[in-house]
Every structure is written in C-alpha cells, then in structure tokens.
C-alpha cells in the first residue's frame, strides 16, 4: 500500500551526476575572485611582506659584486659579510611573516566557501538532491573547497610576487650585461613555451581525481547507510571492490597530475641549468675579451640563480590555477543547482514555547498534474480533494496511486506541473515557505532518526520546546517507557539514523517529533506500519484525540487506521477514484471493496511486533 512505485521510478531513471565542464577562463577568475575579494586586505599585506622579503634578496648579488671586488684589494670586508647576513635574516624573518599571514588567509577563504556551499546545499530543491549523489556533494564541501586555498591566495601572490621579482631581476641583469641576458631569456622564453602546453593537462587530471574523490565519498555513503544489510547480504566484500576501485581512479588521475606538475617543475631548474652553462661559457669569454669583469659575471650568475624563486612561483601559480579551476568549476557546478527560497525562521523558531496554536488547516488539490521530470510520464492527473479542518482523512490506494506524492507538494517539496495545491484556501507557492512549514508536522515513511541523542532529535523541529512539552508527547506516542530503560535517558545517543532503536521506536520518535511541533495540519506517511498491536492501538487514539484539533492526512493501509478517518480518498492509477466514509466506499466502489476485504484486513491481521 505504499507509494514508492514513484520513488524507485525517480531512482532508477535519475541522470549520472553531470561530470561538470572546465569553465571559460574569465568564468573561472570571476568565481575566483568572489571568493578572493573578502581577503584581498590581508593578502594584499601578506604580499607586501613577501615583497620585502624579494627586494632584500635582489640586494644579495650587489653585494657579492662588492665583495669579489674587495678581495683584489687590501680593503675590509666584514662590513660586507655583516651585509650580506643582515640581508639574508631579513629577508627570511619578513618572509616568514608573509607566509603565515597568506596561510591563515588561505584557511579563512576555505572556511567561508564551506558555510556558503553547506547553506545552499542544504536549501537544496528536493528533485536535486534526488538526482545528485549525496557522497559527490560533500566531497564538494571538504576536497573541493581546499583546493581553493591554494589558488585565491597563494597563487594570486605567486602570481604578483613572483612577475615583479622578475622584472626586477631582469632590469638589474640587463644593467650588468643585456648580452647575457638575452642568451638567459632566450633559454626561458623556448622552455617556458613548451611547460605551458602541459598546463590544462594539471586541471583534466585534477578534475577527474576530485570527481572520483566524490566516487568514494557516494559509495562510502551509500555503505554506511545500508550497513546492516551490507553485512546480512555478506556484500562487505563488493562493496570494499567498489569503493577501491574509485580509489583507484582517484589515485590514477592524482598521479597523472603530479606527472604533469612534476614536468612543469622540473622545467624551472632545467631552465636555469641550461641557462647558466650557457652564461658561463659566453660570460667567459666576455670576460676574456675584457668585455665584462670577474666580479659582474659572478653577480650575474648570482642573480641567474636568485631568477628561480620568481620563475618557481610563477610556475607554481599557474599549476595552482589549473588545480584551482577544476576544484571551481566543481563548486560552481554546486552553486548553480536550484535551491529554496526560505525567506523567514528557521523551523518553529518564530513560536514562543507553551504558545497555543491557530486553528486547523484546510487543504484542497484543484485538478493538480504533477510529474518528477519533463521526461517522466505525470503522476497526478487532475487529482481534486476537498479536506476542511479538522479530522482525519485517509488516502488509500495501490501502490504507485500517487498517495506519498500528495504530502510533497503540499510541502512544497515539489511544485505541481499544473493545477492549485491551496492551503487554508491559499495557493502553496504565495505562502512564504517557512511559515508554510512551520504550520505542518510530517512523519515520513521511513520514519528518520538522526544521529545524536533522542533529546536532539525530538527537539529536531522544535528547539523551543519545554521540558513539559517534551514528556506531554513522550507519554502520547508511548516513548516515556522506552526513555526510562535508556541508560541517559534522553540523553542517550541513538546511533547512526537510530540504529540503536527498533523499527518501531523510530517511528514513535518520528510522530513524537512532529506532536512537538504543536501543527496545524499534521501529515502521517504509514506512521504506524512497524509497531506492534498494542503501540498501534495506542498511537491511534492519540492521532484521533490530535484531529479534534488538527488537521491530519494519513496514507493508511491498515485497516483500523481507515475506518478511524472521518473521510477517505482513495487513488488509482495518479487520479482520486472515490471519497467518502468506510462503509459509503465498501458499498460504492469496487476498488476499495476489494482492497478492504484483502489487502487492509491481512494487513491488519498480520501486525508483527517491533
């Protein structure tokens, strides 16, 4: 009698994640720079000092010229060494100083990319979270968001630092002997072209790693969240291939970039290499010919030496930059999905504890069509219901009648294709949704327990909530026994989704929740499927005593359950077939003839303890 025949449809015709496409250049540097320009204050100060740092290492090779200078003559050269080691400490001290200030900038670009990212994800449309790998979205949040760190901070300095320090060495290179230099720019210039065509090579890599770094995290996830059956269907060890091999793949494409980076970085010292033995042999015989002195070809080739920290960090940025716009491009691809407007407090939060609710709600469908995706056939067509407030109206119906599908679009989790969805005589999509929701509590089929404590999770859609409101809805969905046997009471940690209670705690935690919410229309989805007969019995007149007051909607399919509604509706086939009471539809419409006299009534035989 359940509704998944819509559910496992989506599932088993939801798309593949999208392998998300390298964004064009200047995409890619404006999605950079949104998240550069909170920090551009304290990465402008970092490269400052690192700039410092530079100017004080340029001094070195002067006054080494000085010093080789001084050695042909009877003059002192301590003041000298005493120079050069001044410059040298610092230079290194004011470097230091710029790399912590970049690193923890660094950090706090990452932290707030992550609070972004969680915030929209978790206002994520229902339909995209369901055609999206759960495990592929996080990893967006953890690995992806780190690779930004690099790229927005230390690579933009790299960047400034590293073409100033250049330049700069290049003027001064060019006043000692612009000869040498052009044989030294030449090297770079004829190996830096071919490093270049290696580049996109680093972001293809990367991109695919970081995707199958999202692969583990969807199989992991996928493990963990089934683990009981994992281990009952003895698949620990499929499930162990299936993760290793995205491993696997994580690790192949990783070593394919390190292979790219390593081509790059390597080409800096081999750069510099050929560069110097080309110096040394032509500044040799300048220095021959009279041409230059001994003292301007050593300080020549001190700075052909100092020129690879400003080569290594452009390198460095550039390679930062390919790795960056593949973990972007991620991240954008993530920023675009649709999302929901909440626009007012979170859940219950704008209700004061102990406050009286309003009055019931009424619901209508007016010749509602729906249907997942444009490519998927409609699950409603034309369904039309009446329900004032308050009691209780049952919906029954085979399975895939569109029943579970009901409750999501009155929850706005989907929006109809065609037709109203009015709540209290008012079109859902012109309520503000977190009033709208605000107003409903909802029990799922699945009844969800978070991992936590039972506290946390009773207080889940009601953190306002008294200590009298709690134990009111302990002894009503009868949980008042089962906090008693608990070593903490309700302080007691319930496991990953529960797995320390039983089906039917689960599900009494689940209605308890909902009870706590004080709604005014209060939405049942099998709520009492896993209890036993007893708890059944119990919970239902506890659901009956809640609908003199509320609104509440239950998709039924036990026989007791149905005839306690005050109306019925019963769906086929995306349509409402029938309404009316238990006995008008036993007399009036086959259909639930035949599912009262078999399904409901084996049903309602058949209730297994929890």
């Known amino acids: 009698m359940t509704d998944a025949a819509p559910d496992s449809a989506r599932a088993a015709t939801a798309p593949a994640p999208e392998t998300p496409e390298r964004l064009p250049a200047r995409e890619t540097w404006r ?65 230091s100083v710029g790399a912590y200030v970049l690193e923890r900038t660094a950090e706090s670009v990452v932290l707030a990319a992550r609070r972004t990212l969680i915030g929209r994800l978790l206002r994520l449309r229902l339909s995209e ?120 793949e994580a690790w192949r494409h990783g070593v394919r970039s390190a292979k790219w980076q390593s081509v790059a970085w390597s080409s800096v010292g081999l750069s510099v290499q050929v560069s110097f033995l080309a110096v040394l042999g032509i ?62 407090p979170d859940a219950r939060e704008s209700t004061e504890p102990g406050a009286a609710r309003p009055s019931a709600a009424s619901v209508a469908f007016e010749d509602v069509r729906f249907r997942y995706r444009e490519d998927l056939p409609y699950v409603h067509h034309g369904v039309s ?8 109206t049952a919906f029954v119906g085979p399975s895939g009648a569109g029943k579970t599908t009901v409750f999501g679009l009155i929850e706005r989790f989907y929006d109809a294709s065609g037709g109203r969805v009015l709540v209290d005589g008012k079109d859902v999509q012109e309520w503000p949704l977190a009033e709208l929701r605000s107003a409903i509590g909802y029990v799922e089929q699945d009844a969800p327990v978070l ?46 989704r529960g797995s320390k209670l039983s089906g039917g705690e689960r599900q009494r935690v689940a209605i308890a929740r909902a009870l706590l919410r004080k709604p005014r229309l209060l939405l049942l989805d099998e709520a009492t499927s896993q209890l036993d007969a007893v708890n059944e019995l119990a919970l239902r007149d506890v659901v009956a005593e809640v609908a ?28 409402v077939r029938a309404t009316g009471t238990h006995a008008e539809l036993v007399a009036g419409d086959p259909l639930y003839g035949e599912l009262a006299a078999t399904q409901f009534l084996a049903t309602s035989a058949g209730v297994s303890a929890t």
């Open 31 to 95: 999605a950079l720079y949104r998240h550069f320009r909170p920090h551009r204050g304290a990465v402008a100060l970092g490269a400052l000092f690192t700039l410092i740092g530079a100017a004080s290492g340029l001094a070195q090779p002067l006054a080494a010229k000085s010093l080789v200078e001084r050695l042909g003559t009877d003059e002192s050269i301590t003041g000298i060494l005493l120079l050069l080691t001044g410059l040298v400490l610092l230079g290194t001290a004011i470097e």
């Open 385 to 392: 219901f009446d329900v004032p407030g308050p009691g209780m």
């Open 129 to 248: 979270v369901e055609r999206t790998q759960p495990g592929d979205l996080m990893s967006r949040v953890t690995s992806d968001t780190t690779l930004l760190r690099a790229v927005t901070t230390q690579s933009v300095v790299s960047a400034a630092t590293g073409g100033f320090t250049f330049m700069a060495t290049v003027v001064m290179m060019a006043l000692m002997d612009p000869v040498l230099l052009g044989v030294t720019l030449g090297v770079i210039v004829l190996i830096g072209g071919a490093t270049a065509l290696v580049m996109p090579k680093i972001a293809q890599a990367t991109q695919r790693a970081q995707e199958a770094v999202g692969t583990i995290s969807t199989a992991l996830e996928r493990a963990f969240g089934a683990f009981r059956t994992l281990k009952a269907s003895g698949a620990e060890r499929r499930e162990a291939a299936a993760v290793r091999q995205a491993a696997q």
């Open 548 to 575: 003199r007051e509320v609104t509440v909607l239950v998709v039924a399919h036990r026989l007791s359950t149905v005839t306690l509604a005050d109306r019925i509706v019963v769906m086929d086939a995306g349509g």
């Open 451 to 496: 991992a936590g404590t039972l506290r946390e999770n009773l207080l889940f859609g009601a953190p306002g909530a008294t200590d009298d409101d709690i134990d009111d809805v302990l002894v009503r969905a009868r949980l008042d026994a089962v906090v008693r046997r608990l070593p903490e009471g309700l302080d007691t940690v319930v496991g990953h």
């Open 283 to 344: 500044g040799g015989a300048r220095v021959a010919s009279g041409a230059i002195s001994i003292a301007t070809l050593v300080a020549f080739l001190l700075y052909l030496f100092y020129l690879i920290d400003p080569v290594s960090r452009l390198v460095e940025a550039a390679s930062q930059y390919q790795v960056g716009s593949a973990a972007v491009a991620r991240i954008v691809q993530a920023e675009r999905l649709e999302t929901e407007e909440v626009d007012g």
